[in-house]
T-cell receptor, first 113, second 114 residues
Framework: GENVEQHPSTLSVQEGDSAVIKCTYS??????FPWYKQELGKRPQLIID?????GEKKDQRIAVTLNKTAKHFSLHITETQPEDSAVYFC????????????FGKGTKLSVKP | DTGVSQDPRHKITKRGQNVTFRCDPI?????LYWYRQTLGQGPEFLTY????????KSRLLSNRFSAERPKGSFSTLEIQRTEQGDSAMYLC????????????FGEGSRLTVL
């Protein structure tokens, strides 16, 4: 089955800097890759996603890139703000699954003012 | 509130007791998922329903765990003979059909087994 690895587990940046979180996946048939943000004590919420027929997607300060050949995808946050501080999870949906998402272990991002 | 709702939000129980959690998905969503999340980890898939049919179940899921979605609307997750290792946040999520990717999560039910 699908396996998702996420790095780093913790990331600390200064306000205004960029943050990059990387994930790799194992199932070459996976076709959907979302990123979720989870604030302390709250539910995970989708912030951006990308499908396997697209190499890059951007939404304001957030972008995701996908390299299908290498089976990795990354989240890029520019001009970070203190409210970006949270745990970020990447996930992958296998091509043969029923839509089940397999999540990485998360990256705790801290943005220092 | 038209989001995914879960009940109870917190449950403390003694080892060996049975517990049941309920999830009400977004009304037009036919796909419903249960995940488990422990501290410092990502959500771990438990089981999946399409309408009332349970189509996928994690191989890691103990037979003490059972889930139902009898009318294709709300779902229940029961844990029998709870163990301390069952302590976790149990998250329910739902989404629409195959072409809609976003999974909407509930706030979760936190289980503490003493």
């Amino acid at each position: 089955g699908e396996n998702v690895e996420q790095h780093p587990s913790t990331l600390s940046v200064q306000e205004g800097d960029s943050a990059v979180i990387k994930c790799t996946y194992s199932d070459s048939a996976s076709n959907y890759f979302p990123w979720y943000k989870q604030e302390l004590g709250k539910r995970p919420q989708l912030i951006i996603d990308i499908r396997s027929n697209v190499g890059e997607k951007k939404d304001q300060r957030i972008a995701v890139t996908l390299n299908k050949t290498a089976k990795h995808f990354s989240l890029h946050i520019t001009e970070t703000q203190p409210e970006d501080s949270a745990v970020y999870f990447c996930a992958a949906r296998g091509g043969g699954s029923q839509g089940n998402l397999i999540f990485g272990k998360g990256t705790k991002l801290s943005v220092k003012p | 509130d038209t989001g995914v709702s879960q009940d109870p939000r917190h449950k403390i129980t003694k080892r060996g007791q049975n517990v049941t959690f309920r999830c009400d998905p977004i009304s037009e969503h036919n796909r419903l998922y249960w995940y488990r999340q422990t501290l410092g980890q990502g959500p771990e898939f438990l089981t999946y329903f399409q309408n009332e049919a349970q189509l996928e179940k994690s191989r890691l899921l103990s037979n003490r765990f059972s889930a139902e979605r009898p009318k294709g609307s709300f779902s229940t997750l029961e844990i029998q003979r709870t163990e301390q290792g069952d302590s976790a946040m149990y998250l329910c999520a739902s989404r629409q059909g195959a072409n809609t990717g976003e999974l909407f999560f509930g706030e979760g039910s936190r289980l503490t087994v003493l």
